[in-house]
C-alpha cells in the first residue's frame, strides 16, 4: 500500500538552528499538509498545499515557517530559526479528492 | 465554530470488555467527513475510518464499529471485546471544504489492562 514517507524520524537541533522536515506524499495525491502535535496534546494543523501554492496555513505558521515543494516529489517543511516551544512530532500528509487522508509516520522534532 | 470534542480524557478497562469512545463534533457545513485515527505508543498516526456527512449508516469492522448520528452530531466509535493491543490514543477529526483542514479532538487514551 503506497504510503507517505517523512525523513528524518527524530531530529535534534540547538535553539536558533534552521530545520528542514522533509516528507514524500504518495505520487497521485493532490492535496498536501503538515500538522504537528506537542507531546500529549491534540494534533494541529499548520498549513495546505495545493497546485503549487499554500492554500490556507494558520496561525501557528508564521514567518519562521516555509513549505517547498522543490522537485515534484519532495514536500518540505522549513524552521528558520526553531525555538524551544517547536519541539513536536510533525507529521506530513497527503490526500485524494475523495479525503482519504494518509499521514506519514512523523519527524520527532527536539529542539535544545 | 468548528470544533471536536473528546470528552472522555482516559478510560481504562480490563481486556474483553466492550468499550466506547464518544466524539462530538460542531460545524455549520453541510457537507463534512469525520475521521478515527488510533495513535499508538509508537506515535504514528493510523487511520481507522471516514465517513461523509452524507452517509449515516454504521459501519462495523471486525472488533470495530461507529455510530454516526447527525440529530446529536456525534460519531461514537466502540471497540467490542477489547485487546491489550487496542491501548492507544484515539483521535476523532472534522474536515469540512470550507476551510481545508483537519480539526481534532484532545483525543482518548484508551488502555486495556489484561
Known amino acids: 500500500e503506497p504510503e507517505v514517507t517523512q525523513t528524518p524520524s527524530h531530529q535534534v537541533t540547538q535553539m536558533g538552528q534552521e530545520v528542514i522536515l522533509r516528507c514524500v506524499p504518495i505520487?497521485?495525491?493532490?492535496?498536501f499538509y503538515w500538522y504537528r502535535q506537542i507531546l500529549g496534546q491534540k494534533v494541529e494543523f499548520l498549513v495546505s498545499?495545493?497546485?503549487?501554492?499554500?492554500?490556507?496555513k494558520s496561525e501557528i505558521f508564521d514567518d519562521q515557517f516555509s513549505v517547498e515543494r522543490p522537485d515534484g516529489s519532495n514536500f518540505t517543511l522549513k524552521i528558520r530559526s526553531t525555538k524551544l516551544e517547536d519541539s513536536a512530532m510533525y507529521f506530513c500528509a497527503s490526500r485524494t479528492n475523495n479525503y482519504g487522508y494518509t499521514f506519514g509516520s512523523g519527524t520527532r522534532l527536539t529542539v535544545v | 465554530a468548528q470544533k471536536v470534542t473528546q470528552a472522555q480524557t482516559e478510560i481504562s478497562v480490563v481486556e474483553k470488555e466492550d468499550v466506547t469512545l464518544d466524539c462530538v463534533y460542531e460545524?455549520?457545513?453541510?457537507?463534512?467527513?469525520l475521521f478515527w485515527y488510533k495513535q499508538p505508543p509508537s506515535g504514528e498516526l493510523v487511520f481507522l475510518i471516514r465517513r461523509n456527512s452524507f452517509d449515516e449508516q454504521n459501519e462495523i469492522s471486525g472488533r470495530y464499529s461507529w455510530n454516526f448520528q447527525k440529530s446529536t452530531s456525534s460519531f461514537n466509535f466502540t471497540i467490542t471485546a477489547s485487546q491489550v493491543v487496542d491501548s492507544a490514543v484515539y483521535f476523532c477529526a472534522l474536515y469540512m471544504d470550507s476551510n481545508y483542514q483537519l480539526i481534532w479532538g484532545a483525543g482518548t487514551k484508551l488502555i486495556i489492562k489484561p
Open positions: 460545524t455549520r457545513d453541510t457537507t463534512y467527513y
Open positions: 505520487s497521485n495525491h493532490l492535496y
Open positions: 498545499f495545493y497546485n503549487n501554492e499554500i492554500s490556507e
